[in-house]
């Protein structure tokens, strides 16, 4: 399953960039990031898992589905790039991915034996209201952000063109 999920990961992100029609890469965006939710279960961080898919596969894709949808641009194919911005594109990808790799390689990974967090009630509820090593408060407001930038993103897709 894992090399399914990276094979999908892998495939749907080349066609989202390279994809000249928009709705086509909002919906390669949306099976990438329900592939890397897979990816999360399967590692069993469902918590992780599904903040994947209701805050990115559920709120932020569909929003740029729907804004597209509302407009006339749903038609429309995005310009062929030059070759110059394929060029700075392809240098910075094998960059990045070289970067990754050789990070990765490096890092010298141990196995770790830590206890079970509590679950009940109180525990939990301190851990969604705090802002320490293990709270949740932080997290959900950068992600309120996140949803407010997207939601402003998608309010500029969706208004016409004046020209």
Do not use: W
């Amino acid at each position: 399953m894992f090399f399914l999920f990276a094979a999908m990961i892998v495939i749907f992100s080349v066609l989202t960039v390279t994809s000249r029609k928009i709705l086509r890469a909002a919906t390669f965006l949306l099976i990438v990031l329900v592939s890397t939710a897979g990816l999360y279960f399967m590692l069993r961080f469902n918590f992780l898992a599904a903040i994947q898919l209701t805050l990115y596969a559920g709120g932020i894709v569909v929003l740029i589905i729907f804004s597209i949808l509302l407009t006339s641009q749903i038609a429309d194919k995005l310009e062929q790039p030059h070759l110059m911005k394929k060029i700075y594109a392809a240098f910075t990808a094998i960059i990045g991915g070289g970067l990754c790799i050789v990070t990765i390689l490096q890092y010298d990974f141990k196995e770790k034996m830590m206890e079970a967090p509590a679950t009940d009630i109180e525990s939990v509820g301190q851990a969604l209201i705090s802002t320490g090593k293990y709270g949740y408060a932080l997290p959900f407001e950068v992600i309120s952000i996140l949803l407010l930038a997207a939601m402003v993103g998608s309010i500029i897709i969706a208004k016409k063109r004046k020209d």
